[in-house]
């Protein structure tokens, strides 16, 4: 399933850091980067249980993994490219994630035809849509 990702704000900071708030599906986010491996990457911001503002493991985060990845992708694709770059689509994790009756039909709001032939795989489907 696709994530509606929306960016209100996105700063650079004096450091060569960035920053950003916005919603992910409705919930609130505020993004902030670090550095791996020479290049800046986002990371989720959220209240401990003392208040603090910090990174959160998994089991305690409110965003799952797949939100995760969708929200680093998105502020990626505007840290890079501009806002036209945002919003390409679902990342392939949504994909897989979502049934062979939703990827046909995505399928078919794309364009892309062979989606219904016979035994075509749900694999098939996702590597079509990735593509």
Do not use: W
């Amino acid at each position: 399933m696709a994530k509606n990702v929306s960016i209100n704000t996105f700063t650079e900071n004096e450091d060569g850091s960035f920053s950003a708030t916005g919603t992910l599906d409705g919930k609130a986010f505020l993004a902030r980067t670090i550095v791996y491996r020479g290049e800046p990457i986002f990371k989720v911001q959220e209240a401990d249980q003392d208040g603090e503002l910090g990174r959160q493991r998994l089991d305690s985060s409110q965003f799952t993994r797949g939100e995760r990845i969708a929200l680093a992708r998105a502020l990626k694709a505007r840290r890079v490219g501009g806002k036209e770059q945002a919003s390409t689509g679902p990342s392939r994790e949504d994909l897989e994630s979502s049934t062979v009756k939703e990827l046909r039909a995505l399928c078919k709001e794309r364009g892309v035809s062979g989606a219904h032939a016979k035994g075509v795989t749900k694999a098939d489907l996702v590597e079509k849509l990735a593509a």
